[in-house]
């Protein structure tokens, strides 16, 4: 109950600021959802050119990009911390977060999340809905609870691996560029793998988990010859990342010695 109510006191106060200048939150809305759209077009004009890709079709391609918009949604929304090495660790603010009693990654989490970015899930929902009736699959009555429980993973999954790669701002102000580089790799994942190399798929399976934030969670779904247990390991991959991330984090909040002066 202490963390709902500072969430939702932190959600007034994000929708009182944002609403001061609508005009701007509706462009940043808009925005975003013409750069998902993009995407989708790409998908299209890709398929104008071939009937199908690794053996997908059109339609199951847009139904894991549809999935790929869920959790990436959820994620944007909560794991925004794209400038805390500038922000936090060179001009000092963590020394601020850290006075307070609530556990300091929640409270970043918090302070800046964007809840405008759940429109881009709202909008993978859709695109999964047309999907799933051009593919007349049967929808049985477990799915929306497997759905969830697919979701929880690949958000699980995003934050363990953005989390860890935060937390080496605890140990270096120097800019990596490892956050743009993620950013492509994760893309990979709204492909099927069979598409790639062994080493690509191997790599996107172990290493950087970004397949079980697409494809093998929305395989369930279509069945697929990507075996159930795949899919079924999106949560125990995500909760194994997202444990690991938070550990790191903590590792590097013990090293953590102040902004100095």
């Given at each position: 109950?202490?963390?709902?109510?500072?969430?939702?006191?932190?959600?007034?106060?994000?929708?009182?600021?944002r609403?001061?200048?609508?005009?701007?939150?509706?462009?940043?809305?808009?925005?975003?959802?013409?750069?998902?759209?993009?995407?989708?077009?790409?998908?299209i004009?890709?398929?104008?050119?071939?009937?199908?890709?690794?053996?997908?079709?059109r339609?199951?391609?847009?139904?894991?990009?549809?999935?790929?918009?869920?959790?990436?949604?959820?994620?944007?929304?909560?794991?925004?911390?794209?400038?805390?090495?500038?922000?936090?660790?060179?001009?000092?603010?963590?020394?601020?977060?850290?006075?307070?009693?609530?556990?300091?990654?929640?409270?970043?989490?918090?302070?800046?999340?964007?809840?405008?970015?759940?429109?881009?899930?709202?909008?993978?929902?859709?695109?999964?809905?047309?999907?799933?009736?051009?593919l007349?699959?049967?929808?049985?009555?477990?799915?929306?609870?497997?759905?969830?429980l697919?979701?929880?993973?690949?958000?699980?999954?995003?934050?363990?691996?953005?989390?860890?790669?935060?937390?080496?701002?605890?140990?270096?102000?120097?800019?990596?560029?490892?956050?743009?580089?993620?950013?492509?790799?994760?893309?990979?994942?709204?492909?099927?793998?069979?598409?790639?190399?062994?080493?690509?798929?191997?790599v996107?399976?172990?290493?950087?988990?970004?397949?079980?934030?697409?494809?093998?969670?929305?395989?369930?779904?279509?069945?697929?010859?990507?075996?159930?247990?795949?899919?079924?390991?999106?949560?125990?991959?995500?909760?194994?990342?997202?444990?690991?991330?938070?550990?790191?984090?903590?590792?590097?909040?013990?090293?953590?010695r102040?902004?100095g002066s």
């Amino acid at each position: 109950m202490y963390y709902a109510t500072i969430f939702w006191d932190y959600t007034k106060t994000y929708m009182k600021t944002r609403m001061t200048y609508r005009a701007d939150f509706i462009i940043e809305v808009l925005t975003n959802l013409a750069f998902q759209l993009m995407n989708l077009l790409f998908i299209i004009v890709v398929f104008q050119h071939t009937s199908f890709l690794g053996g997908w079709s059109r339609e199951e391609i847009i139904f894991i990009y549809g999935y790929f918009m869920l959790p990436y949604g959820v994620f944007m929304t909560f794991f925004n911390l794209w400038d805390f090495t500038e922000r936090y660790i060179v001009k000092g603010e963590m020394d601020r977060i850290l006075t307070r009693p609530a556990y300091n990654l929640v409270q970043l989490m918090l302070e800046n999340m964007n809840p405008s970015s759940l429109f881009g899930s709202l909008t993978g929902m859709l695109i999964m809905g047309y999907a799933w009736l051009q593919l007349d699959v049967t929808l049985q009555w477990y799915d929306p609870f497997v759905l969830l429980l697919f979701v929880a993973g690949s958000v699980m999954v995003y934050g363990g691996i953005y989390i860890s790669i935060t937390a080496l701002s605890f140990f270096s102000d120097a800019p990596t560029g490892i956050h743009a580089l993620m950013w492509n790799i994760q893309n990979y994942g709204r492909y099927p793998v069979n598409i790639y190399n062994k080493v690509i798929r191997f790599v996107l399976t172990w290493i950087l988990p970004f397949a079980f934030v697409g494809i093998y969670p929305s395989a369930f779904f279509l069945d697929k010859e990507v075996t159930t247990l795949f899919s079924f390991l999106t949560p125990v991959v995500g909760l194994a990342f997202l444990t690991m991330g938070i550990l790191i984090w903590n590792f590097g909040v013990r090293k953590y010695r102040g902004a100095g002066s």
